[in-house]
């Protein structure tokens, strides 16, 4: 038997099917191990043959991996295959998202691990000096057998002295790690309300594949979710759950484990390699039938899908940022064809892209309305910051927020307080009268460049002169960023001495379970104030919360980027959703410099309809997606020569293109990329909008062929971060 082999080397020159004997019993997706180029490197079966016109005195034989199935299965073939070839990126490179990386590298090992206990009484023991043996000893005296790696980490060293005298036996287990054991909690189970009933009901019966479910926070998505799931297992069948980042929603994962148990897995980058070898390996033997993941988990290796849900559809974190550089959706959609299934996509505030289409009958639409708790959504009430300049409090907390974070404290309920801070925003706002420097022709916010001393438009390269006052009211009082989550935590414990206060951003939040502890201490009330930042927004339900300050709601409007208007319009709505979630009413209390702006009064009533029309004549007008495509190609290598050598030859050929099929594009221009160098990496970009997306196979292929060892070519469709 022949077969067509990938060797798992990323690298362009690499990046074809080679031809190997192999044993007769061979099945495709199978993990071999070929001699290639005088060593020896994984790789995977693709498909199998009778004959090959490849000589035969210089066919070498590929080694069988025996892992009791096939790594990959069909169907993962076939869409890696598919993402190969729409992304025009290396095979080898592609099937890497399908496959754990010890999978890969072929270093499954064992699943042993060792454990320590105590084999003679403690009483009979001798100490002397050495004080963590006896800790360890101790420790092993309360809780018995214990991990070694555990025990390791906190008494280094003193395991070994005490096996050698005789203290302790160390004996290896098959374990099957269980990376999430601390999250256990009671399930409890609800009676659908009438609207999770319709909900659950339509995706069941709506023949159409992808379902949007619009429902306000706090009405009860998650259960329409776990139904649907609950269901699927019924019937044998697996399921993916994706939630935009897994480490933010341990209560999530507690309650799908509560009801699930082993039959979930969890996938996520936090975990250690070994434990997501585990995960995917239940998945892949179907011992677990419901993979729980962000964006990765898409690619888990179930058959037999009845249903693929994507919690907050709108989620930046479903773009990949590296290459291939895929986006979620369109692989979810991919596989929910396969197996004939339903798409479910679910949030509050849809992204207008997905909104549109979902109006446009393509995609169906189910409504839910209504807080399960039957309460009004949060009230919000607007604090103008220009006044409380004016009026002489420079502080971060407004009057309003100060009277509010009073009553809750002396009510004993909890608030969080969220600082819209995602990146470093680099726009100039005006402190008195909330001006900010937009560029004239596509309305989106400019970007202060250090480096040239000037403002620059992301989308269209155009450049302004740096302003000494604002145009608007001629107040001196720029500013660039506001003030740091750590500065505000500070601040607060000064005015509300007794306060206990909790501070999550990414400095606080380290480890897998940092999150989770940070969480889990605000929701046994431990702390009366959560201060965050957009790691706060999401998902959480603490019942206790009464009151949600947004201490800069203006901030992410002024991101240069066309989606900056509704991710602010989200980012109010999520943040806003964690007040008054159970039997109390909810206060939201949202600082601006900018009171009248229109995107904060449609998240003030709540009325996402009203933001959707708005959005989406704006896009139609200024020609952004969804009614256009933004492409850029990004050029990047160290050598600052051979990376512009390789810009021209991607130039040149796409501005072939262009003048071929200028009727597709809205837009063409280089220049150079906004942040020069990343990382010691020279960046170079051309930035197109094209009307019609059919000459995007052929921009991949352009950039696919210029692509080199030491110069990378990547494409980019509507990137959420054009610096
Ligand atoms: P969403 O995801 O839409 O913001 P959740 O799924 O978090 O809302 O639900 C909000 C709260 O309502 C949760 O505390 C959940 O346990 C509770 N809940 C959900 N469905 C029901 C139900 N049918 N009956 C009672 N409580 C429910
Ligand atoms: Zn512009």
Redesign the pocket.
Same mark, same amino acid.
């Given at each position: 038997m022949i077969a067509e082999v990938i060797v798992d080397i990323a690298s362009g020159e690499t990046d074809r099917i080679y031809d190997y004997y192999c044993d007769d019993n061979a099945v495709v997706g199978s993990r071999v191990r070929a001699p290639f180029g005088g060593k020896i490197v994984p790789g995977f079966i693709m498909r199998l043959k009778e004959t090959t016109d490849y000589p035969k005195e210089k066919l070498k034989g590929v080694f069988l991996c025996d892992d009791g199935l096939p790594a990959l299965n069909k169907e993962c073939l076939q869409l890696a295959e598919k993402i190969t070839a729409r992304y025009r990126v290396p095979k080898a490179l592609t099937l890497r998202l399908f496959l754990p990386s010890e999978m890969r590298t072929g270093k499954v090992r064992e699943r042993l691990r060792s454990y320590a206990q105590l084999c003679i009484p403690f009483e009979d023991m001798v100490f002397g000096r050495a004080k963590k043996q006896r800790a360890a000893a101790e420790y092993l005296r309360d809780n018995g057998k214990t991990d070694c790696a555990l025990l390791n980490a906190e008494f280094p060293a003193a395991l070994k002295e005490l096996e050698k005298k005789g203290y302790v036996v160390i004996t290896k287990e098959q374990v099957l790690r269980d990376p999430y054991k601390t999250l256990d909690r009671e399930n *409890?189970l609800? *009676?659908? +309300?009438d609207d999770?009933k319709r909900a659950v009901q339509t995706v069941e019966t709506d023949e159409r594949t992808v379902q949007l479910l619009h /429902?306000v926070? #706090? +009405? /009860?998505?998650?259960?329409v979710y776990l139904t649907l799931i609950a269901k699927c297992l019924a019937q044998g069948k697996s399921s993916i759950f994706l939630v935009p980042e897994i480490s933010l929603t341990p209560q999530m994962l507690s309650q799908l484990r509560a009801r699930f148990g082993r039959n979930a897995a969890i996938l996520h980058s936090g975990l250690s390699a070994g434990e997501r070898f585990d995960e995917w390996w239940r998945l892949r033997t179907g011992e677990a039938k419901i993979a729980i993941g962000a964006r990765s988990a898409i690619f888990a290796p179930m058959e037999n899908l009845g249903v693929i849900i994507i919690d907050e559809e709108h989620d930046g974190s479903y773009v990949s940022e590296t290459a291939p550089r895929y986006n979620t959706f369109d692989v979810a959609l991919l596989r929910a064809k396969y197996n004939r299934c339903k798409l479910v996509l679910g949030s509050?505030t849809p992204s207008a892209d997905t909104y549109k289409r979902a109006k446009d009958g393509e995609f169906s639409l189910i409504r839910m309305d209504k807080r399960?708790n039957k309460k009004p959504l949060p009230e919000i009430v607007i604090a103008d910051m220009r006044r409380e300049v004016r009026k002489g409090n420079n502080s971060a907390f407004s009057l309003a927020l100060k009277e509010e974070l009073e009553k809750c404290l002396s009510e004993d309920k909890q608030a969080i307080l969220f600082l819209n801070r995602r990146g470093y925003s680099q726009t100039v706002i005006c402190k008195e009268c909330g001006y900010v420097a937009k560029c004239r022709s596509c309305d989106v916010s400019l970007t202060y460049h250090r480096d040239e001393d000037c403002l620059k438009c992301h989308y269209c390269g155009a450049k302004y002169g740096m302003l000494s006052a604002c145009p608007d009211c001629g107040g001196k009082k720029l500013s660039y960023a506001g003030t740091g989550t750590q500065r505000i935590a500070a601040d607060l414990q000064k005015l509300y001495p007794t306060a206990r206060i909790l501070r999550m951003d990414n400095d606080t939040t380290s480890g897998k379970e940092g999150h989770y502890k940070i969480l889990k201490q605000f929701g046994e009330k431990k702390a009366d104030i959560l201060v965050g930042t957009q790691m706060i927004a999401k /998902?959480h339900?603490f019942p206790s919360v009464t009151l949600v300050g947004i201490l800069d709601a203006d901030m992410s409007l002024h991101f240069s980027d066309y989606r900056s208007r509704e991710r602010t319009f989200q980012l109010i709505t999520q943040v806003s #959703?964690r007040s008054g979630?159970a039997e109390e009413k909810g206060k939201v209390v949202l600082q601006t410099f900018d009171p009248e702006n229109e995107v904060l009064r449609f998240a003030c009533a709540y009325d996402y309809e009203g933001f959707y029309q708005s959005e989406i004549s704006l896009r139609a007008a200024m020609a952004f997606p969804p009614f256009s495509k933004i492409v850029r190609v990004l050029v990047t290598g160290e050598d600052d020569g051979k990376t512009l050598e390789t810009l021209k030859t991607v130039y040149f050929e796409l501005e072939r293109l262009y003048t071929e099929q200028s009727e597709k594009f809205l837009f063409f221009n280089k220049m150079r990329s906004p942040i020069k160098r990343i990382q010691n990496k020279f960046r170079y970009q051309v930035l197109m909008r094209l009307s019609d997306t059919s000459v995007l196979p052929q921009i991949y292929a352009v950039c696919a062929e210029a692509r080199t060892r030491d110069v990378l070519v990547s494409v980019e469709e509507n990137p959420a971060n054009l610096s």
């Open positions: *409890v609800h *009676v659908l +309300s999770q /429902g926070t #706090g +009405s /009860g998505k998650t259960e509050a399960i /998902g339900d #959703g979630r």
